[in-house]
């Protein structure tokens, strides 16, 4: 959980054939949170061209504000 936390780190990594989704509320310490094989988003999964899009999204009821974006490819 990262109630009360001002600022955390939501990565979002692509190795192995897998999407993995994490989060840090210290920005050392990650948490992995779930992973998806990449073939899930395929043409042959699916039935059409779908793209890749990932992004960030928050449910809840509190607020949450994205104010900084950084996209690092390694």
């Known amino acids: ?28 310490t990650f948490v992995t ?14 039935g059409g061209f779908t793209g890749v899009t990932l992004g960030m999204f928050a449910t809840g009821k509190g607020q949450a504000a994205f104010t900084q974006w950084r996209y690092d490819e390694h």
């Open 33 to 46: 949170v779930g992973s998806l094989p990449c073939q899930m988003v395929s043409t042959e999964v699916v």
């Open 1 to 28: 959980s990262v109630t009360g936390v001002q600022t955390c780190a939501l990565p979002i990594s692509s190795g192995d054939n897998r999407y993995t989704f994490a989060y840090a509320a210290d920005a050392q």
